[in-house]
Nanobody, 121 residues
Framework: QVQLVESGGGLVQAGGSLRLSCATS????????MGWFLQAPGKEREFVAA???????TDYADSVKGRFTISRDNANVVHLQMSSLKPEDTAIYFC???????????????WGQGTQVTVSS
């Protein structure tokens, strides 16, 4: 298990940008697939993006492709850069970790508490 803490959420106008970060603890960060999911009010949690443990392979939901970028660095942090935000992106965003790599179908076993993103029209 790896511990995850998200940050960077907030209120932004449509068309704006936000950068979410997920700080991890645990010595095995480097071997985990990392991902982001969102949950809008009254809806089920859904996949947003995932990145392999090497950082060389990514997977994105169609709804965010070309607007969001997932990345990870050597400081045990994974980021989600969100641009051209839309009101429908409003949700709680959760960081997650799992293995082995299977893109959006990875067995994600560790979850953060989530960070709220609100996009106003």
């Amino acid at each position: 298990q790896v511990q995850l803490v998200e940050s960077g959420g907030g209120l932004v106008q449509a068309g704006g940008s936000l950068r979410l970060s997920c700080a991890t603890s645990g010595r095995t960060f480097s071997i985990y697939t990392m991902g982001w999911f969102l949950q809008a009010p009254g809806k089920e949690r859904e996949f947003v993006a995932a990145i392999s443990w090497t950082g060389g392979t990514t997977d994105y939901a169609d709804s965010v492709k070309g607007r969001f970028t997932i990345s990870r660095d050597n400081a045990n942090v994974v980021h989600l850069q969100m641009s051209s935000l839309k009101p429908e992106d409003t949700a709680i965003y959760f960081c997650t970790a799992g293995r082995p790599w299977a893109g959006r179908y990875t067995n994600f076993t560790s979850w953060g508490q989530g960070t709220q993103v609100t996009v106003s029209s």
